[in-house]
């Protein structure tokens, strides 16, 4: 996407994969809700096998270093839906606080401190 200013014209670039899935998540945790990564890629269209990539990166200490709990959804009853294998939910809890940073690591974790997204209707 392109907006032109003045005589010049500049791209406008969105947000990463990874910084979408990351407001999304923020503003779920809000919620306390727990998504699966089919509900995941419904709200961001992106495809599963790389949302649950880029939840790998999130916890990753040079993305924000974040603590995403995982679990199997249960049904109403409170027993695990059966079918084809399990399903599993994922859930942004917080941030992790390393004790020491690691040697080989030099560069700024982050160059700005994330910023929770907005809520999501009918929280």
Known sequence: ??????????????GSQREVL???MMSAAQC?????LR???RMTNYGETSI???LRHLRKERYGAFVIDKQVRKGGD????EGHGAIWEYRLRGVWRPQTRRDWFSAPLLRRPAQ???????C
């Not at 306390?32 to 699966?36: I, V």
């Open 1 to 14: 996407m392109h907006t032109k200013t003045g005589n010049r014209t500049q791209r406008v670039r969105g």
């Open 32 to 36: 306390g809700t727990w998504l699966t």
């Open 52 to 54: 649950s990539a880029q």
């Open 39 to 41: 509900e995941l890629a």
């Open 78 to 81: 409170g027993h695990s839906i």
């Open 22 to 24: 990351r407001d999304v």
């Open 116 to 122: 929770a997204a907005a809520p999501l209707p009918g």
